[in-house]
């Protein structure tokens, strides 16, 4: 395999989850946070993507690597290391939002709504950034 089919690869495993997260989380804007499996749910979700983009950015990272776009590769591995790293920070303030929900504080659901938002803002940028990418690595291949 040439190094332009795995720089495709590479831009390819980045952008499915990126793009599927980008079409799935509006959906919760549409329903109330304070309903508890609803607000489950959408803490599945956000785990779920963060293991995801972790595995896709160690995967994205090989395959720049092998590809000879070590820049690229460095950037992707930033990411990488940013959805591992930040996985266990989010997910536990969500917690922490869903537990003050089930004690009664009626912020909780205006306090996740605001995680929701920060993480589709956080989502959009690096999809932004990626597709912004793309001619700079049709050059370099």
């Known amino acids: 395999m040439t190094t332009d089919p795995l720089a495709v690869a590479a831009m390819i495993i980045l952008l499915f989850p990126m793009g599927y997260f980008t079409l799935a989380s509006p959906a919760f804007l549409l329903v109330k946070l304070d309903i508890h499996p609803v607000a489950l749910l959408l803490r599945g979700m956000f785990n779920a993507h963060f293991l995801v983009m972790g595995v896709a950015g160690m995967l994205g990272t090989l395959a720049f690597l092998l590809a000879g776009q070590m820049l690229f590769a460095v950037v992707v591995g930033l990411v990488a290391a940013l959805a ?32 929701h938002w920060s993480g589709m803002l956080c989502n959009a940028i690096l999809l932004a950034a990626l597709l912004a990418s793309i001619p700079y690595l049709a050059t370099t291949a």
């Open 84 to 115: 591992i790293s930040g996985r266990r920070r989010f997910i536990q303030r969500m917690d922490d939002q869903l537990s003050a929900g089930e004690a009664g504080d009626v912020d909780a659901a205006d306090r996740l709504r605001r995680m």
